[in-house]
């Protein structure tokens, strides 16, 4: 597998809410973020907060660049 490096949002579904970050590795980003995010131990407590409150089904990632 390719290592892809860009710029991703992890959209919320229901409010159009945006985290927007980057990273050198984008498929592992999506795994850490998510994985953490399960495990309620997100480091960004409003995309944490949200993501408990809609679940995960409403939370998209999504390359941009």
């Not at 992890?10 to 592992?28: A, E, F, H, K, V």
Request: hydrophobic fraction near 35%.
């Amino acid at each position: 597998m390719i290592k892809q490096s860009g710029i991703y949002q992890i959209r919320n579904l229901i409010t159009g809410d945006l985290y927007i970050g980057q990273s050198i590795n984008l498929m592992n980003r999506k795994g850490q973020h998510f994985s953490c995010l399960r495990l309620n131990r997100n480091n960004h407590p409003h995309l944490q907060n949200a993501f408990n409150k809609y679940g995960e089904e409403n939370f998209v990632f999504e390359i941009l660049l």
